[in-house]
């Protein structure tokens, strides 16, 4: 079983819609969360930070922690075409230098 | 704030010859320097981590004599692709922990190589 597990997709969705993306996970040791969004051929933009379970908020993101499950989401409101992207969850089990883990990436495409 | 910029963004090479790509952090001082490689449609995969001052510490499976990778300031990193081979041919990014936030990587924009 691999550490962080991510349904690649595609998503595809009608402009408007709620995507919800989500990730399991195995290692209980993971206490920081993130959500980063790519672009084709560009970096990953980090959206969302998240320290152990809890939900956080921040314009039309939702980012929900449920350590007891081992489970992530992110939840996108009254998505637009520009949303359309790559998005990947990560986690890590410490601060500093610990490394990240990936998931493998969602694509989301949201259709005018 | 908290800029990664990474130069070239894209880069075309003879099979046998060495690549440089440079990492900069533009509005922090980075600590730490994560080097990562991207195949298509698959995730980042970490090849090393690198601290201001000292030598990098590569993840398993990476040769660490075939990519070499320096941190000579707060504010520059450096892989090279030493006798690259068409294997090599990837998306390469780096990332940077700093800033603010010491405990979030941000990431530069990506350089794709390509070894003919």
């Known amino acids: 079983q691999k550490e962080v597990e991510q349904d690649p997709g595609p998503l595809s969705v009608p402009e408007g819609a709620i995507v919800s993306l989500n990730c399991t996970y195995s290692?209980?040791?993971?206490?920081?969360f993130m959500w980063y969004r790519q672009y084709s051929r560009k970096g990953p933009e980090l959206l969302m930070y998240?320290?152990?379970?809890g939900n956080k908020e921040d314009g039309r993101f939702t980012a929900q922690v449920d350590k007891s499950s081992k489970y992530i989401s992110l939840f996108i409101r009254d998505s637009q075409p520009s949303d359309s992207a790559t998005y990947l969850c990560?986690?890590?089990?410490?601060?500093?230098?610990?490394?990240?883990?990936f998931g493998k990436g969602t694509r989301l495409s949201v259709i005018a | 704030g908290a800029v990664v910029s990474q130069h070239p963004s894209r880069v075309i090479c003879k099979s046998g010859t060495s690549v440089k790509i440079e990492c900069r952090s533009l509005?922090?001082?980075?600590?730490?320097m994560f080097w990562y490689r991207q195949f298509p449609k698959q995730s980042l995969m970490l090849m090393a981590t690198?601290?201001?001052?000292?030598?990098?510490?590569?993840e398993q499976g990476v040769e660490k004599d075939k990519f070499l990778i320096n941190h000579a300031s707060l504010t520059l990193s450096t892989l090279t692709v030493t006798s690259a081979h068409p294997e090599d041919s990837s998306f390469y990014i780096c990332?940077?922990?700093?800033?603010?936030?010491?405990?979030?990587?941000?990431f530069g924009p990506g350089t794709r190589l390509t070894v003919l």
């Open positions: 509005d922090f001082q980075a600590t730490t």
């Open positions: 990560a986690m890590k089990r410490g601060s500093g230098n610990t490394p990240l883990v």
């Open positions: 998240t320290y152990s379970s």
């Open positions: 990332s940077a922990r700093g800033g603010a936030s010491t405990d979030t990587q941000y």
């Open positions: 290692n209980s040791a993971f206490q920081y």
């Open positions: 690198s601290n201001e001052g000292s030598k990098a510490t590569y």
